[in-house]
Every structure is written in C-alpha cells, then in structure tokens.
C-alpha cells in the first residue's frame, strides 16, 4: 500500500487528487514553485517540496526537480494530474527506472498515444472507427494535395505531435492546400518542435464525443460512458455533459464496448479518455487522452465513483473497484470551466481575488483552489475552478447549473462566468443541440469586439 504520494501539479486538480488520497488514509505531498508558496493545494497537502522559479519549465515541468521532490520526501508514487508532465513519456520512463510509482498508464502507451500518427495505426488494428485520411504523415505538398484529392477536400492539416488545438489547419479547397499545409507546419515546428503533419477528412458538423476507459493493467478494462464536449473555443473546451444529448443508450454500449475491449486489448492500465468526432450516427476516432480529463467529474457524478481513487488502486496493484455491470448511469451532470479570462477575447486575466464564494446545495460540487485574498499568478493555465452539477435529467441540471451560477462570486478578476448565464439563455443549448462549431458563431454573433 502506498503510504505516501506526491502530486506533480497545481490548481484544482492538485486539491482533487489530495482529497482521494486523505480519504484513503494516504500522506499527500504538494510541490510547488516560488510563485505558489501560499497556493491552496500547498495548504491543504500534508507536505510540501518548493521544486523551482516560476516559470513552467524551470518547476512543474522539471523532471529532476520532481524526482528530488519525491526522494526528499519519501513518496511512493507521483500522481500527474492533467497537463504539464501527464502525458511526458520520458518522464515516466525516468520513474520507471528510479522505480517510482507511476500512477498513469506505462511509458509504451503514452508514447504510442503522444504520436497521434501512431495512435491512429494503433486503434484502426483494434478495431476503432478513425477520420479517413493520410496513411501516416504527408511528406510534402504533392502527396498532401494527392492525398485531398483521394479523400476530397475539405481536409484539415494536423500536427503528429499536436495537442491543445494547435498546429492545425483547413483547406476547404485545392486553392487553400499550398498556403494551409504551410502554415500547419509552420506552427507545428513553432509548438511542438516538429514539423511532420498528417491528413484527415474535415468533417463539417461533428460533435465531439469521448468515452471514459478504465484498465487495470492486466487485461480488464471497463468503459464509462461518454462525455459531450462540443462546445469548443480554438479548439479548447468550455462546457462539458455526461450523458451526451446526442447519443442513446444502444450507442453508448456499443461504443463502450469496442473502446474497452480496446484498451483490455493492450493491457492499459488506469484512466483514458478515447476521443470521437461523431456525425450522422458514426463515430470517428480522433486521439486518446492517456491521463484524467480535466472534465472528469461529469462522469464521476453520473456513475457515483471516484476516478482518482481507481487510479490509485489499479497503480497499487488493486483489481478495479466495479466491473462493467456495476456501473449504472444515473441523471445528468455539466462541468463549466471558469477561467480567469477577459471577455470578448479572452486574454488571461491574472490578479487578486477580491471575494470568494463558492455555490452549493445538492448536486453542485465545485473544484477550485481559490480563496479570498489569492493571487492568481500569470505564468500558469488561466482555469481557476470548475463547476459541476448534477441533476435526475439534463433540464434538471440546467437549471441547476442556472441556480449555481447565481451563487457563484467571484471578484476581483474577469472570469467566463458571464459567458455560461449568457449560454443557458440560448433555445440550442437547452435543446443540445449544437456542434464542435456553434460556439465559435455564437461568439461573433454575440461578443464580437
Ligand atoms: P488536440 O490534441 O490539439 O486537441 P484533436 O485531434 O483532439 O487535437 O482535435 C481537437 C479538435 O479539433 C476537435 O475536438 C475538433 O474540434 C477539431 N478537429 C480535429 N480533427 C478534425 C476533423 N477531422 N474534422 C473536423 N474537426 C476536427
């Protein structure tokens, strides 16, 4: 048993994971870098290692800040959160030889999943539906424009090392080929370092649907449902469901099954997240998220169980604390990302939080490090909470999410609280019905600049 675990990471979901661990009667162990000496999850941990400056790479990211960190203090495992090192296979690699616990999948699966090129070789051979397009990546622009014209334009340009949205482009014509494919590889060199990008099929009003995976490492695996995460801005998510509005209980147990027979078939271990564009009743697999989504809690509520809690468990060496059969979807949950963002254009807003209040009542949970007096500092991510809620049926939990967000204070900084009470006023939100695209034109229809 794990007597001892440090959390690599910041924010909420560093408070999450040190939540499941006090109730698992395990120590929990907080670094940080100087910019959050006096940051909740520093606060609420049992311990706490300062790893660094400010700066990203020189603290949350340094690989041999964290692995003093954990030899300091002792810590069995080191669980990644979501973003910095979550999905940095070397990093995992790193702790596989200093044998620290990982609790994430194995340095192989990560770094099969981080190649979205490779990824996608990987689950068409498991049987996973994926986006027509380039059998690996596109070389130059005579095969780019041979390939589109094989598949038919549009296409979209996208990076093999990608992720967070960048490093992609459309071409809806031949015309728009020369110029699209060299601005995706332009900026996939800038970003990530690597120029190579692949080919798929754009399709013109997908909604984005993922499905929760979980393994246990020795060939059982267990799917969760799917989550609804149409709702995009530049490609990032906003607003996330569970259920899908879209998809029906014959779906989702179809789907399910391929994604977890999938990941059984690997022998994957932990939480994933397989990630579908799914447009006229198809789905089309995108990337696998190998780490806990930041929307995670939307699943957690409609099935009642503890994501981070498993993850320690199958990191342990435990079965698995449910199997298929046990888990029931139950009701409707959303998950609104609150971001320290100035509207309309959403530019960080760092700053001193002047008051704070966090709603409640039954069926609201709200993850965030905030606190009266905090200042949010400018070198990270500008998410500052997530509210979740859950209801017996979607109109129940939109109403709800209404009701929350009344509650909800938050002062001192600008914040996309705004923007949600706008977004439950609209008939196609409380409908569900929109598309990966129906929030880009609600924007310019209603904020722009
Ligand atoms: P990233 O890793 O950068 O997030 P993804 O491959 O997950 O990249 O794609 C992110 C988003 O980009 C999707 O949710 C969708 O909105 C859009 N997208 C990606 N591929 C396609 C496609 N083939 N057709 C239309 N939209 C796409």
């Not at 798929?200 to 929760?212: D, M, S, T």
């Not at 996309?416 to 990966?436: M, N, R, V």
Request: hydrophobic share 40%; with cysteine; proline share 5%.
């Amino acid at each position: 048993m794990f007597q001892k675990i440090l959390i690599a990471n910041r924010g909420e979901i560093a408070l999450r994971v040190i939540r499941a661990c006090r109730e698992m009667g395990i120590r929990s162990v907080a670094v940080h870098s100087t910019a959050d000496s006096d940051a909740m999850h520093v606060r609420m941990a049992d311990e706490s290692v300062c790893i660094g400056p400010p700066p990203g790479a020189q603290s949350y990211l340094s690989i041999p800040a964290i692995v003093s960190a954990c030899e300091i203090s002792g810590a069995d495992a080191i669980h990644p959160g979501y973003g910095f090192l979550s999905e940095n296979a070397n990093f995992v690699q790193v702790l596989e030889d200093h044998d620290i616990t990982f609790i994430g999948p194995t340095s192989d699966h990560i770094r099969i999943m981080g190649d979205k090129i490779t990824a996608k070789d990987t689950m068409k051979a498991l049987g996973v539906p994926c986006v027509p397009g380039s059998d690996g990546g596109v070389p130059d622009l005579a095969t780019a424009e041979k390939v589109a014209e094989q598949i038919g334009y549009p296409v979209i340009i996208k990076a093999t090392a990608g992720g967070g949205g960048r490093g992609m482009k459309v071409a809806r014509t031949a015309a728009e080929m020369t110029r699209a494919f060299q601005t995706a590889r332009a900026e996939a060199k800038g970003a990530f370092g690597n120029d190579e990008v692949y080919i798929e099929k754009y399709l013109e009003k997908p909604r984005h649907i993922e499905v929760q995976v979980f393994g246990d490492g020795k060939g059982n695996a267990v799917h969760l449902g799917e989550r609804d995460c149409s709702l995009q801005r530049r490609h990032q998510k906003v607003f996330e469901e569970a259920p899908g509005p879209a998809i029906d209980a014959e779906t989702r147990a179809r789907i399910g099954k391929v994604c977890a027979e999938a990941v059984a078939r690997i022998n994957y271990i932990g939480a994933g997240t397989i990630e579908f564009l799914y447009e006229n009743g198809e789905f089309f697999f995108i990337e696998m998220n190998t780490r806990l989504q930041v929307e995670h809690p939307v699943t957690e509520a409609i099935f009642g169980v503890d994501l981070v809690r498993e993850q320690i468990r199958v990191a342990e060496g435990l079965p698995m604390s449910f199997t298929q059969d046990d888990l029931v979807l139950n009701g409707h949950a959303i998950e609104v990302r609150i971001n320290a963002e100035k509207l309309p254009n959403f530019s960080p807003c760092p700053g001193r939080i002047t008051a704070f209040h966090a709603p409640g009542g039954l069926g609201v949970r709200m993850d965030s490090a905030l606190y009266d007096g905090y200042v949010i500092p400018p070198y990270y991510d500008s998410l500052i909470g997530k509210l979740i809620v859950h209801g017996r049926d979607r109109p129940e939990a939109l109403a709800r999410l209404a009701r929350a967000l009344g509650e909800l204070i938050v002062d001192g900084v600008d914040t996309t609280i705004p923007l949600f009470s706008a977004l439950l006023a609209e008939p196609e939100i409380q409908a569900g019905s929109y598309d990966i695209h129906w929030l880009e034109r609600w924007l310019e229809r209603n904020l722009a600049a």
